[in-house]
């Protein structure tokens, strides 16, 4: 281990250098930065205004009563003047919010490009303009007061096309604005790094390099893993202990605490899939992967939980009887046990706490949730752009470094295209795999560009190949490889959640403290039969809860996000019982998910936004926003009563009538008759599962009870892809145990091998 403790911030990740963006002309891109312009433009007081086509005029009492509604809502208010800069500062004149957008756009599929240039186009002409906004004058030639109307008029227009377009903008523009503005995070006292930073130690994996050359190169191994992330990595110290020689490799690369937490920038671009977020298809849902080395251990929030009973045995009644052994709780307690796993260490924050103590004001069951930080506090809500501290025990901390002290052998920036098999045998006998190696540059940066690094085709022989790169690029692997089998790809469950913000009388910065340490579990099973949601904090890094905070206007945006440091954000997380599928890019071979929440996850969903709503008021929320955009927000109209003292006991009209506040129950009636459907709700996932699933029979499944892969021999898949159905619960722990049990049966399986040999 290498200690980095003189450091007090984070050493800077560098970005790679924009791309070419000539796949829109210059008045499309007009168009889009008049489109974004309209979310979140300048906003000044009449008199003011010195720009009357592109700042958003107001009347100078609006502006007043817009400043005074800011000063009764927050503990430590802007002055007057920096409130008139935080309003009045446009983005698009901020240079890194325009490289940002740019930078998001790139990212995205060619398909979504094409289509958002269509749209563009339409923008621009005057008979385009009139079909999508009832105007004839080209959009971006619109003064900015037409133009936020026109979005507006889009959010509730009967054509989806129009609300889709919209939501898509503003979505762009809000996550722009909470990850670049600095007055915005300035006011907010966010701060990308913990004041007394101090990074862990790192661990020198010694990746294999290798010489340039157009010859293809060859490496022979006992076992090669395929993805570093928690599946692989546990995979990678079960085998190498037992004296195998192991290889992992990755196409991601790693990052040292010191080089933790990231910026969002940064983190979106080399810690996660796509950029940050892979968007469903058809724009459905929002998913967030780990794409580096150590994968989602990464990036992911430290939570703990083992699989429930019913989830188990509704595994086992799959004939996978397996779930319901003694052996596969062995396998749970001997991974958390070897990550120190606990709740004793929490101190809870105050998003925590909400759930905690209106759980119990309400009669509902809560607890905290063990995290993987070895016995230490861990009060850190960063963790989402990598954990600086080192506490947090997941791939890179434990179980790579183990298994590096017993032997294994790593390579970072490893592409694999394909596994091999070995032709020249009746049965298909998996014997390595073949991809491409891109090295760092001379100085150990990876944002340069790859044409300038040494690229080379490596060729890894094995005796056992495990595939664990995860949900969306474990079955694409095995497709490419040429497997037939026809649940590839299918049963993609997502743990789809819907966010509640609110807002509370405190100064909460809930970024600080741990992200998620608690959860309610009483809306769990809905059904009957295991399906329902849990209520659970979540990421409050700006950008992470920011992003789909309701949108009805430029200025009730503006002056919302303004409170951001006095807000929590809260999850109705469902375990969905439909799924989707995972397809590759024909372009160019990315993972593309078709999914779409179903009504009867819906309906589950839409109960735990209504119950995240009654514990935010019972803990004295002041406003309560949740991602629909229909619904309006609960405010408030007086503060919540003390307890009703001896004296005034028999007063009715003193009462604190709690979650039966008349105007709440209004409100609630509102949000159920609302309900919850894209594009008027905003859906999120942060779990991938079930795109390779367990069966107890080839024609029900892609891999065998032990992992194997039905189709051939010497070849399992290991991570959570693997799951028969969703996990109802955070998969890290689950993913794990099923690694661990997976490696041991390849373990056995060598070592009869290796005996067979020997008696010969």
């Not at 701060?191 to 294999?208: A, C, I, M, T």
């Not at 945006?557 to 469902?574: G, P, S």
């Not at 229909?630 to 009563?641: D, G, H, L």
């Amino acid at each position: 281990m290498v200690t980095t403790h003189h450091l007090t911030a984070p050493i800077p990740t560098q970005l790679p250098e924009l791309k070419d963006t000539s796949y829109f002309s210059e008045t499309q891109w007009k168009v889009l930065f008049a489109l974004v312009d309209a979310v979140i433009p300048s906003i000044v007081a009449e008199a003011a205004a010195t720009d009357r086509k592109n700042q958003l005029r107001i009347s100078q009492s609006q502006y007043e009563e817009a400043y005074e509604r800011t000063k009764r809502s927050l503990k430590h208010p802007p002055e007057y003047e920096k409130f008139k800069l935080y309003l009045e500062s446009r983005p698009l004149d901020n240079p890194q919010f325009v490289q940002l957008l740019k930078r998001m756009l790139q990212r995205v599929p060619n398909s979504d490009r094409k289509q958002l240039g269509i749209i563009l186009k339409i923008l621009m002409t005057r008979l385009g303009s009139l079909a999508a906004s009832g105007y004839c004058t080209p959009f971006h030639e619109q003064p900015i007061h037409v133009r936020e109307s026109i979005i507006q008029a889009w959010g509730r227009s009967w054509v989806s096309v129009w609300q889709i377009v919209g939501k898509t903008i503003i979505t762009l523009a809000r996550v722009c604005f909470a990850r670049t503005d600095p007055l915005l995070l300035e006011l907010s006292d966010y701060k990308e790094f913990v004041d007394d930073y101090r990074p862990g130690p790192s661990f020198d994996f010694n990746f294999l390099q290798f010489e340039a050359g157009t010859e293809l190169k060859t490496v022979d191994t006992d076992v090669i893993i395929v993805g570093s992330g928690c599946g692989g990595a546990v995979c990678a110290k079960v085998l190498a202990e037992a004296g195998h020689s192991v290889i992992v490799v990755d196409k991601g690369y790693y990052f040292p605490p010191s080089q933790l937490p990231m910026t969002a920038e940064a983190a979106n671009e080399f810690l996660y899939e796509g950029g940050g977020a892979v968007r469903s298809v058809n724009g459905t849902i929002n998913v967030l992967a780990g794409s580096c080395w150590g994968g989602g251990g990464t990036v992911n929030w430290s939570v703990s939980l083992q699989p429930q009973g019913f989830v188990r045995q509704e595994w086992a009644d799959e004939g996978l009887s397996f779930f319901t052994t003694q052996e596969f709780q062995n396998c749970l307690d001997r991974v958390s046990d070897f990550m120190g796993v606990s709740d004793t260490q929490i101190r809870h924050n105050h998003g925590s706490n909400v759930i905690l103590n209106g759980s119990k004001k309400l009669g509902w069951t809560a607890k905290p949730c063990p995290q993987n930080t070895g016995g230490a506090e861990h009060y850190c809500g960063r963790c989402a752009l990598g954990c600086g501290s080192g506490e947090k025990q997941g791939p890179t901390a434990s179980w790579l470094p183990a298994a590096s002290k017993a032997g294994a052998k790593f390579i970072e920036g490893f592409n694999v295209s394909k596994v091999l098999f070995d032709e020249n045998r009746k049965s298909k006998q998996a014997v390595g795999v073949i991809g491409t190696w891109t090295s760092r540059d001379k100085d150990g940066n990876v944002h340069t560009p790859e044409s300038n690094r040494i690229q080379k085709q490596l060729r890894i022989r094995a005796k056992k190949v495990i595939v664990a790169c995860g949900t969306l690029h474990s079955p694409l692997l095995l497709m490419r490889s040429g497997l037939k089998n026809p649940h590839i790809c299918k049963h993609l469950h997502l743990h789809p959640v819907c966010h509640l913000n609110a807002s509370f009388d405190e100064d909460v910065k809930g970024w600080e403290g741990g992200i998620l340490t608690s959860v309610c579990s009483s809306f769990e099973n809905l059904d009957g039969k295991g399906h329902g949601v849990k209520l659970e904090p979540s990421s409050m890094i700006p950008y992470m809860f920011l992003y789909g905070h309701p949108w009805r206007s430029a200025l009730q945006w503006k002056l919302d996000a303004l409170r951001c440091r006095q807000m929590n954000t809260y999850i109705a997380l469902a375990r969905d019982r439909d799924t989707g599928r995972v397809y590759p890019d024909p372009d160019d071979g990315r993972p593309i998910i078709d999914y779409n929440p179903s009504a009867f996850d819906r309906k589950h969903i839409l109960t735990g936004i209504i119950a995240l709503a009654k514990l935010c008021y019972i803990e004295g929320a002041t406003e309560i926003w949740p991602f629909i955009e229909s619904v309006p927000s609960f405010v408030r109209r007086s503060k919540p009563t003390e307890p009703t003292s001896e004296a005034n006991q028999g007063e009715k009209d003193t009462i604190d009538q709690g979650i039966n506040d008349p105007d709440f129950v209004d409100w609630l009636k509102t949000v159920e008759r609302a309900g919850i459907s894209f594009p008027d709700a905003t859906f999120t996932s942060a779990h991938q599962m079930g795109t390779c699933r367990m069966s107890a029979h080839p024609a029900r499944g892609v891999v065998d009870p032990e992992g194997r892969v039905w189709e051939s021999q010497n070849l399992y898949v290991a991570d959570a892809s693997v799951f028969p159905s969703a996990s109802g619960v955070n998969p890290m722990i689950t993913a794990m145990a099923i690694a661990d049990w997976i490696a041991r049966c390849v373990s056995r399986d060598l070592k009869k091998a290796s005996q067979f040999r020997a008696a010969l």
